[in-house]
């Protein structure tokens, strides 16, 4: 199982990382409506925090920032013209949903796909982690730095105000004299 393949088809809704069912379906080699079917038929394994349908507005947002990708759901029974647009909204599954869709599919290829399902979303999260502590470190060196410039511009606006040219008429002149 490719992980970049998997990586390209994670989306974060509603602040959470989700793969839409259109894209299982395709991983798993099955109908979209199959996949859904099998969900329903055991619906009560799929709390909110497992699965939730998306909104008309999500849809539409996901579709408008996703145009590089095909959103188009699979179903080989459409025909010619006939489905370029989703009849009923996508369904989402969280990483939770995901492990409780490998008890209900059971074959060899939905479980080959979980695990590299799994994994993926293991390497995301290691990646997210690692991205918060590299910002984090970022944010300190230039919380860091920041005083020291700031410590330096005060100085030298100090020293320009110290030493800025006076009134020099007033003075005796020294030197050389003509």
Request: glycine residues 4%; proline residues 2%.
């Amino acid at each position: 199982m490719q992980i970049e393949l998997i990586k390209k088809k994670i989306h974060e809704i509603r602040g959470t990382k989700v793969m839409l069912d259109h894209d299982l379906a395709e991983l798993y080699q099955v109908q979209t409506k199959s996949l859904n079917l099998a969900v329903k038929r055991n619906f009560s394994r799929f709390p909110d925090d497992f699965m939730f349908q998306l909104t008309q507005i999500e849809w539409e947002e996901l579709v408008k920032n996703e145009k590089s990708h095909s959103l188009r759901f699979q179903n080989e029974t459409l025909k010619n013209e006939r489905g370029k647009h989703r009849k009923y909204l996508p369904y989402a599954f969280t990483e939770q949903g995901l492990a409780m869709l490998s008890g209900v599919l059971n074959s060899d290829k939905a479980i080959e796909v979980n695990i590299g399902i799994m994994r993926t979303f293991v390497l995301v999260r290691q990646f997210a982690i690692s991205h918060k502590d590299l910002s984090k470190k970022l944010m300190d060196l230039e919380h860091r730095f920041n005083v020291q410039f700031t410590d330096i511009n005060d100085a030298l606006s100090y020293l320009m105000k110290v030493n800025s040219p006076k009134d020099n008429s007033k003075r005796k002149r020294i030197g050389f004299k003509p």
